[in-house]
């Protein structure tokens, strides 16, 4: 891929084998590529269509999305009147078309071939005729049925009957029917209404109720999909007070559905881990002192996703929560050392005593990382935001180990300054 951030225009080239890759970069993105097919089928079709009638009802062009959230943005519109939903979802989608960054909008509301309907009328009601009694009768009459089966000297043969007229509107519409009762013969027409509409390919249902989805791509380079949900959330408000259910799909929901269950997470490994300090140590101050550099680490993480061009995603939360357990590992053999110092020399002396220790756990683990911060490719991009929140996050969290930490304690517990002979 072509070079995204500081990092991969000035650093990598320094560790990376030289050799001729021009052949191997793509400089475009797949979403640039597919704008740029959809235009020229566009551009072609219209030509088409200038000498001929319309060649189709509806074409899009989709780039396939790694990752568990199969769109960026999924929106689903439910009410009892499908109209009223459909027309709903095309507002969002006009909407949407004029956002920067949004590509692929489509939806599932296809519609299929056209279908002749029949409604009973009030003369028919008043008759006795239902549609059930209307069906059966059409049924036996137009549609093939096997109505017997004989055996001859070949074997058996299956009798099957089928109206070849059964294509003929106007036929059907004179074509004569009994009473339930019996006791008169009236046309279809007469009883019936006809309705011609267009049913759609697919019926799609959640819990029970009829859903019309609209989805589209985000380009993360230009809008994230919080960003796109925060500027149509006036309408999508206006659509709620209409009646009309709105339900929030896509990587939206997933964002929700993940925060929550990360946060609930955090809190019970913060207070696991306080437990523990608290047995250790047999104090509540010295947790504390620990406990306080994991939000000061977080700066770290959030600093090297800046700096690495990407967006703080659902990985690069979870890399933050993880960075939480190195964070107190690093905290806890530094404080167990300085602990009971007298004067700021001990401190001091006893500090240094970690230097090392600490420094070489931290650079083989940001090492460690720095494949997969730097030179993720392919599916292994999913989990780059997750390895640049824990390598910065650590790289930052050496810093306020060798330093915050002791510094904390001295000024807790007031250790004195160092006594000259």
């Known amino acids: 891929k072509a070079p995204e951030n500081f990092f991969d ?23 640039d590529i597919a704008k740029e097919i959809k ?11 200038a000498h001929c009638k319309k060649i189709y009802e509806e074409f899009n062009v989709y780039v396939q999305q790694a990752g568990i959230v199969g769109n960026d943005i999924e929106i689903g519109f439910s009410d009892k009147d499908s109209n009223l939903a459909i027309e709903a979802m095309k507002k969002v989608e006009e909407n949407l078309s004029h956002i920067s960054g949004i590509s692929d909008i489509g939806d599932n509301a296809h519609e299929g071939e056209r279908e002749l309907k ?24 137009f549609l093939k049925a096997e109505y017997s089966k004989i055996f001859d000297k070949k074997g058996l043969v299956r009798v099957k009957i089928e109206d070849i007229h059964k294509n003929d509107t106007a036929g059907l519409k004179d074509f004569q029917l009994s009473t339930p009762d019996g006791r008169s013969v009236v046309r279809l027409g007469d009883v ?8 759609f390919v697919k019926i799609f249902k959640e819990d029970g109720e009829k859903v019309r989805s609209l989805f589209a791509k985000v380009s993360k380079k230009v809008i994230t999909p919080a960003e796109v949900m ?19 799909k896509g990587e939206e929901k997933e964002n929700a559905k993940v925060k929550k269950e990360m946060m609930e997470a955090a809190l019970i490994a913060m207070f696991l881990i306080f437990i523990a300090l608290v047995w250790m140590f ?3 101050l010295l947790p504390l002192i620990i406990l306080s550099t994991i939000p000061l680490s977080i700066l770290g993480a959030l600093v090297g996703t800046k700096l690495m061009g990407v967006n703080l995603t659902l990985p690069g939360l979870m890399g933050i929560i993880g960075l939480a357990g190195v964070v107190v590992n690093d905290g806890l053999i530094m404080l167990d050392f ?4 007298k004067n700021y020399g001990e401190m001091v002396e006893r500090a240094e005593l970690r230097l090392r220790p600490i420094l070489l756990t931290s650079v083989t683990t940001v090492l460690g990382l720095s494949s997969l911060i730097f030179f993720a490719s392919g599916q292994a991009l999913i989990l780059q935001p997750m390895a640049i929140s824990l390598g910065f996050g650590i790289a930052w969290a050496t810093l306020l180990n060798l330093y915050y930490v002791p510094v904390m304690y001295a000024v807790i517990y007031k250790v004195k300054a160092t006594t000259k002979p």
């Not at 084998?17 to 052949?23: A, F, G, K, V």
């Not at 235009?39 to 269509?49: G, H, I, R, T, Y």
């Not at 029949?118 to 009459?141: C, D, K």
């Open 9 to 31: 225009t000035y650093i990598n080239p320094l560790f990376s084998l030289e050799y001729d890759d021009s052949d191997m970069v793509r400089k475009r993105l797949s979403q």
């Open 39 to 49: 235009e020229s089928l566009v551009n072609k079709f219209k030509a088409q269509e």
């Open 118 to 141: 029949l409604r009973v009328n009030e003369y028919g009601q008043h008759l006795g005729f239902s549609e059930g009694y209307v069906t059966s009768i059409l049924r036996g009459a």
């Open 192 to 199: 019936c209404d006809f309705m011609y509409r267009k049913s």
């Open 230 to 248: 925060e500027q149509i959330k006036p309408l999508l408000d206006e659509i709620k007070r209409s009646g009309v259910h709105v339900i929030i």
């Open 282 to 284: 047999n104090s509540l």
């Open 338 to 341: 300085v602990k009971g110092s």
